[in-house]
């Protein structure tokens, strides 16, 4: 298991930009892929983007492909999440999650590690 914190949420127009961090814990951050996901009042949490251990692989949901990047950090034990062009229905709380493998579907249940989240509001 390892231990994640997001930060960097909060309260944005419409077209603006924010940048997600996640901390984690240990000395193996290298072995895990990291994910972030989303959820909505109301809604399911959803799979957002995904990194490989080495950082080499990326994927994302369409909803957010040429909007949001992923990256890591493994010297920093840091994943990030850059949001541009931000849009209302990007209002969430943002999870970070970690699991021991990249390939294969993003089911949330798939990921054993989470951080407790970070609000992210955008206004119209």
């Known amino acids: 298991q390892v231990q994640l914190v997001e930060s960097g949420g909060g309260l944005v127009q419409a077209g603006g930009s924010l940048r997600l961090s996640c901390a984690a814990s240990?000395?193996?951050?290298?072995?895990?892929?990291m994910g972030w996901f989303r959820q909505a009042p109301g809604k399911e949490r959803d799979f957002v983007a995904a990194?490989?251990?080495?950082?080499?692989?990326?994927y994302y949901v369409d909803s957010v492909k040429g909007r949001f990047t992923i990256s890591r950090d493994n010297a920093k034990n840091t994943v990030h999440l850059q949001m541009n062009s931000l849009k209302p229905e990007d209002t969430a709380v943002y999870y970070c999650?970690?699991?021991?493998?990249?390939?294969?579907?993003?089911?949330?249940?798939?990921?054993?590690?989470w951080g407790q989240g970070t609000q992210v509001t955008v206004s119209s």
């Open positions: 999650a970690a699991r021991a493998y990249y390939s294969g579907t993003y089911h949330p249940g798939t990921f054993g590690s």
């Open positions: 240990g000395r193996t951050f290298s072995a895990y892929a």
């Open positions: 990194i490989s251990g080495s950082g080499d692989s990326t």
